[in-house]
């Protein structure tokens, strides 16, 4: 079975700060993807990477960076956190190949910036 | 712009009273059409992909099928723990295809015993 893996359920940080979520996966898989999940708004892309250290913006990647130094890991940053950033952020991984081409998704890191 | 509709937001059955979820989408091209259970607090498993009109999938009380525009998930004799939210996201294909799913806001499904 695919694992993703996300560091933390529960994230709790301040204004400002610089918040790292990190991501593993074990299926070497190309893709690897970071969404954020608000209610009434559903699950929106915020960055996601093909392969080792390229990455291209989703729908909404303002205020949010990446990092993909190896292929099985995808760190999101969150650079100077605010309140707004207060979501459910959701990892996942695909194959990559022309089929197979579904999503598996990792736990969650529920985040509240405060 | 692709897009995807899922409808009703929120569906309540009996425990046994089948149902059907919908997913209409717009978009260039399909790669694939995916379903996913969605516990709360939890990241999204998945259900099934179909990739052309007609195809069906099937998993235990639930069958997924697949037309030009839409798909439809239905739920045979539903029980309690079937309860979750039930998402639908479609990969763009045609020129330029993406890797990138765009996603549904979701059906909440509750089945009382």
């Known amino acids: 079975d695919v694992k993703v893996t996300q560091s933390s359920r529960y994230l709790v940080k301040r204004t400002g700060e610089k918040v790292f979520l990190e991501c593993v996966q074990d299926m070497d898989h190309e893709n690897m993807f970071w969404y954020r999940q608000d209610p009434g708004l559903g699950l929106r892309l915020i960055y996601f990477s093909y392969d080792v250290k390229m990455k291209e913006k989703g729908d909404i990647p303002e205020g949010y960076s990446v990092s993909r130094e190896k292929k099985e890991r995808f760190s999101l940053i969150l650079e100077s956190a605010s309140t707004n950033q207060t979501s459910m952020y959701l990892c996942?991984?695909?194959?990559?190949?022309?089929?197979?081409?579904?999503?598996?998704f990792g736990q969650g890191t529920r985040l509240t910036v405060v | 712009e692709d897009q995807v509709t899922q409808s009703p937001e929120a569906l309540r059955l009996q425990e046994g009273e089948s149902s059907s979820l919908n997913c209409s989408y717009t978009v260039s091209g399909l790669r694939g059409l995916f379903w996913y259970r969605q516990d709360p607090g939890k990241g999204p498993e998945f259900l099934f992909t179909?990739?052309?009109a007609g195809e069906e999938k099937e998993k235990e009380r639930l069958k997924a099928t697949l037309t030009k525009k839409e798909s439809f998930l239905h739920i045979t004799a539903p029980k309690p723990e079937d309860s979750a939210t039930y998402l639908c996201?479609?990969?763009?294909?045609?020129?330029?295809?993406?890797?990138?799913?765009?996603f549904g806001k979701g059906t909440k499904l509750t089945v009382n015993p």
């Open positions: 179909l990739y052309s």
């Open positions: 996201a479609v990969q763009p294909g045609g020129q330029g295809g993406s890797e990138k799913l765009v």
């Open positions: 996942a991984s695909s194959l990559g190949a022309l089929m197979n081409t579904e999503a598996f």
